[in-house]
């Protein structure tokens, strides 16, 4: 995985971190450019924020990009990182897309998508198996 730190114990916030450096690597080596990271947008209705780690453009077509990392354990067998983005946090990347797109003065109509990038993190092995899913 290059030259990016991993440790043998890792708390969620840094396992995120490392996810979206990889995510980041990953995306560079098939093409993508990064446009922005960790955009966060507030919504007007109420407390919610909603945030796209990444945000990456390939050819024409602009990628919102939500990274889902989960350290490799026997006792996750069977559970993917990406099944955590459910139809609510799908219309969030949504809005938060749309609101990004606005505030740099891009059309609507150009050609997006929503990606998932999931990630299981093998601590010990220091290997991570990703997995790439378009348009979702």
Not at 84 to 92: H, L
Request: proline letters at 4%; hydrophobic letters at 35%.
């Amino acid at each position: 995985m290059g030259s990016i730190p991993i440790r043998s114990t890792m708390i969620p916030k840094q396992l995120g971190i490392l996810g979206e450096k990889i995510a980041c690597q990953y995306l560079k080596s098939k093409g993508y450019q990064i446009l922005d990271r960790n955009y966060l947008n507030k919504f007007l209705s109420g407390p919610q924020r909603g945030e796209i780690d990444v945000i990456a453009k390939k050819n024409r077509t602009i990628s919102f990009i939500e990274v889902k990392t989960l350290q490799d354990q026997t006792s996750l067998k069977g559970f993917s990182p990406e099944m955590k983005v459910n139809f609510q946090k799908q219309k969030k990347i949504i809005k938060t897309a749309e609101n990004w797109l606005r505030k740099k003065k891009i059309p609507l109509n150009i050609r997006w998508q929503i990606d998932i990038i999931s990630i299981k993190v093998n601590l010990n092995s220091k290997k991570a198996k990703i997995n790439h899913f378009k348009n979702v």
